[in-house]
Each structure stands twice: as structure tokens, then as C-alpha cells.
């Protein structure tokens, strides 16, 4: 990384892939109603957490780093349905009318671009607001078109694109992933069995110099191609999965078991929820490419190998239900049967009544704004002090995925450090 970032100067334009859904409209509401006063932007790393300088001060992490301001973001994208983000945040109905009105206008002027959709991706859904493409190439260039179009007509100065859209099937990796030619050529041949229309999202925003955040557990840009191209053209990449709920708790309390070398033999987690996510993920095919996004938690942080008297033998299982009365505020209960001193068992529940989108709203603007400042300090790549947001760290094949969060957040801090020539305080003067 190089020392020095240049200063988040004139606008930044947002643009969501699947902009009308549920975590895409709480964000730009929530966004839109913090520069009005009407709300604070609670969850939010880059708007209210602090760090220690190297002198002890604490300061507030957008006045050390310069990121850009709530109120020079602009906000677009793309779905496959033609409603508006007001119409749109009304139908996913986590957030309530009274707290949508004073930002009503600004919403209704968000309408989304006809979505690079394929059916066989989700076969749950059924868009009608979809480009009629040749080719993935072709789906490409449009994508493209779009971004430029939508940067000229709102005067922005920088764009990064975040997917926010729903999961797509599980796909391992391929040939066609695994070098930028080979990625290109399957693009052009329309191989629409390996290239994904996430993957399109993001090889149209690497191509146009914007940063891309992945919030879904797909493949796209997690695969040698990508990483390649996003190295070629100086382009921050992130992902996957925002690490919202469930996650975020096994996140915390794996790491204090292996702290107090406390065993564990099995670990249950199921969920219940009812908005257009988990009837998505009702699909055995999408509910893969989740599964494997939420078990690859525990044996990374557990490391068996290391410890088999304490975690050679987890069983670990993961459900998601979709229930449709819950809507979006998401049930998940966890049983964790633990072991301490001469073996002796102990059971550990947890049940935690969470609300999807408002945990995972926060954690996409975040992103968002950290994967600007990325591209300012430039930086290019996966951004692995990212890991923080994500279930499912991108890692190269070189490199193990950080999941403990409180290393993530030492990792977010000695990277932001690192960006102004900060050295870390001495917590013991
Ligand atoms: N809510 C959370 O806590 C959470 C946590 C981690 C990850 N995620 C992931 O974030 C994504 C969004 O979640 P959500 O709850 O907002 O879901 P959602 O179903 O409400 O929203 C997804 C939106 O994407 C649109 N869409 C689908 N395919 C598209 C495409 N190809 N192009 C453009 N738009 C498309 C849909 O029409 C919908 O409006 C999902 O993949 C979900 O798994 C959510």
C-alpha cells in the first residue's frame, strides 16, 4: 500500500445491483435520513467509531482517514423489477412509513436500470425489468454503458458498485475462473453455465475503474480471473456475504472458546425468515451456495489440526427455513454443546431475534465507503482487511481466511493506520 490518500473531492455515485431489495433501500434510507438528522446511522463503523491515535487521543475514524461524506454520495442501480426505492423499501416492509416520509421524494427519484438478470440463477424469481442480451459479453457492455451514463448524468466524481441482489446457485470454480483470458473468452463464447450475471456487475465495474462489493456469498469475484483483472486495472474487490447476524455471534463466541481452550462437539444453527432472501435461499440450489458461506466459520477459527482434543470433533450444521409470516425479522436460534474441565458437557443457547436488513444495512454502506477510501490509498485486489463485514473472507489460494472478529477489527485499524503513517499506541503507557 501506498502512504498517502487523495481526498474524497465531488461525488460518489452507489450503484446497487438489486437496488429495490430489502438491505439496498434500508441503506439508502437509512443514508438519505442521517444527512437530513432524521436518524442515526447506528451499526455504522465509518460514521461512528473511534480509534486511539498514536497519542492516546481518541478520534472518530471519518476525521482520521478521509472518507467520503454521507451527503456527496448518490445513490442508483439496477433490478430486475421497475419500482422505485420508496415503493420498493414499502414492499420489503423493514422499515416503517412514518420513518420513510421524511425522505419520500429523495426515494421516488431512485429508479432502477433494467437488471443483467438470467432465471436460471434464481429460479425463484421472475423479472420483468431485465436487459435483453446476446451474450454475457453483451450484458457486459451494457453494464458498462450504465455506469458511465449514470456518472456523467449525476456528476460523479468516483463510482463503486455493491451487490446487494439476491444469491445466486452455487457454482464451483471452473477452468473458465481461473485466468482473466480464459474468464473473457467464456464471456464471449456465452457460456452461461459458469459466468454468473454477478460476475458481468462486477467485470463491467473493474473495467470502468470502480471498486466492487460482493454481499452475497456467489462466486464472481472470488476466483483467480477476477482477482487478476481487478489487480490489472487498480481496482479494489470485496465480499463475500455480509456477516450480519448469526455469523457475527459465531464470529465473537468461537473465538472465546479457543481463547479459554474450551472444547466443542457440535454446533446447531437454524433460522427462521420470511422476506424475498429466504425464499431464494428456499431453493436447494441458492440455499447451497449460503451453506457453504456459513459452515466455512468454525473450522478456521477453531483450527482442529491443532487442536484435536478441543474441536477434532465438531459436528456442525447449519438450516435456514423460510417462513413467510416473520418477513424480515429473522429468528435464529444456536445450540452449542461445549466440554470444560475433565470433559464434563455444557450446553449454550442462544436465540436471537434479529432484524436482517437493519444489521446488514450499515455493513453495505461501510463497505461501500471503506472500498472508496481503498481506491483513493491505492490499494487493489482483495481487500482483506475488509474481512471484518464478511462471512466468507475472500482469501487467495495462498492465504487462510481471517474469521475471528476481533482480529478483523485489529486488521481494519492497522490498515487505516497504515493509510496516514499511524504506528499503534502503546496500551500499556
Ligand atoms: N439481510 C441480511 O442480513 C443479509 C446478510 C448477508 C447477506 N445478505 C445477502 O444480501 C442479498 C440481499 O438481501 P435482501 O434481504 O435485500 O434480499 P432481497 O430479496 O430483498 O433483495 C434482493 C434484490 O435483488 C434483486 N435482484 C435479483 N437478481 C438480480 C440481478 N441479477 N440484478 C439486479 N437485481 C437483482 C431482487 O429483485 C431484489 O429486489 C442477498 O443475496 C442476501 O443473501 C443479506
Redesign the pocket.
Known amino acids: 500500500m501506498k502512504q498517502g490518500v487523495q481526498p474524497a473531492t465531488g461525488r460518489l455515485g452507489v450503484l446497487v ?2 437496488v ?5 433501500t434500508t441503506m439508502i434510507a437509512g443514508t438519505l435520513a442521517s444527512r437530513k438528522g432524521l436518524a442515526k446511522p447506528i451499526g455504522s463503523i465509518t460514521q461512528l467509531a473511534t480509534m486511539r491515535m498514536q497519542n492516546n487521543e481518541e478520534k472518530l475514524i471519518k476525521d482520521i482517514v478521509p472518507l467520503t461524506c454521507l451527503d456527496d454520495v448518490v445513490f442508483g442501480g ?4 421497475p419500482d422505485n426505492a420508496y415503493e ?1 423499501a414499502m414492499y ?1 416492509e423493514v422499515l416503517k412509513e412514518k420513518d420513510l416520509a421524511g425522505i419520500k421524494e429523495e426515494m421516488e427519484t431512485i429508479k432502477p436500470m433494467p ?3 438470467d432465471h436460471n440463477w ?1 429460479k425463484r ?1 421472475n ?1 420483468t425489468h431485465v436487459k435483453q442480451a446476446a451474450t454475457r459479453w453483451d450484458m457486459v457492455e451494457q453494464l458498462r454503458r450504465d455506469i458511465r451514463e449514470f456518472k456523467a448524468a449525476n456528476h460523479c466524481e468516483r463510482i463503486v458498485v455493491l451487490w ?4 445466486e446457485i452455487y457454482i464451483p470454480l471452473s477452468d473458465e475462473h481461473m485466468s482473466l483470458a480464459a474468464m473473457e473468452k467464456a464471456m464471449k463464447e456465452n457460456n452461461t453455465q459458469v459466468i454468473s ?2 460476475m458481468c456487475y462486477a467485470y463491467a465495474a473493474i473495467a470502468e475503474g470502480a471498486p466492487f462489493v460482493m ?3 456467489n462466486l464472481c469475484v472470488d476466483t483467480p480471473a477476477m482477482w487478476e483483472f481487478s489487480k490489472k486495472m487498480n481496482v479494489p474487490i470485496s465480499g463475500k ?2 456477516k ?2 448469526q455469523t457475527l455471534m459465531k464470529t465473537v463466541l468461537a473465538p472465546m472458546f479457543k481463547t479459554r481452550m474450551l472444547g466443542v462437539s457440535g454446533w446447531f444453527s437454524t433460522n427462521i425468515l420470511g ?3 429466504g425464499e ?2 428456499d431453493d436447494p440450489d441458492n440455499f447451497k451456495t ?1 451453506e457453504v458461506s456459513k459452515l466455512s466459520v468454525i473450522d478456521t477459527i477453531f483450527e482442529p489440526e491443532k487442536f484435536p482434543d478441543l474441536y477434532g470433533d465438531v459436528y456442525h450444521k447449519v438450516r435456514i427455513n423460510y417462513y413467510p409470516p416473520r418477513k ?1 425479522n429473522k429468528e435464529a436460534w444456536d445450540n452449542i454443546d461445549i466440554f470444560g474441565w475433565m470433559g464434563y458437557p455444557m450446553e449454550i443457547k442462544v436465540n436471537f431475534l434479529c432484524r ?2 437493519i ?2 444495512a450499515p455493513i453495505a454502506l461501510d463497505l461501500v465507503l471503506f472500498s472508496d477510501l481503498a481506491m483513493r490509498a491505492g490499494m487493489c485486489g482483495i481487500q482483506t482487511w475488509l474481512s471484518f463485514f464478511c ?1 466468507s473472507p475472500m482469501h487467495d489460494f495462498e492465504h487462510q481466511p481471517e474469521h475471528d472478529l476481533f482480529v478483523q477489527w485489529r486488521m481494519v485499524k492497522q490498515t487505516l493506520r497504515q493509510m496516514i503513517g499511524e504506528k499503534e499506541p502503546d496500551y500499556l503507557a
Open positions: 445491483a438489486g429495490g431489495g430489502a438491505v439496498a439496477w433490478d430486475i423489477f420498493a420489503a437488471a443483467a438478470f434464481a424469481l423479472g446487494a441482489a439476491s444469491t450475471p454477478s454481499g452475497a456469498p456475504d455480509f450480519s447476524g422476506n424475498r432472501d431464494v435461499l449460503k424480515d436482517d436488513s444489521l446488514a462471512k
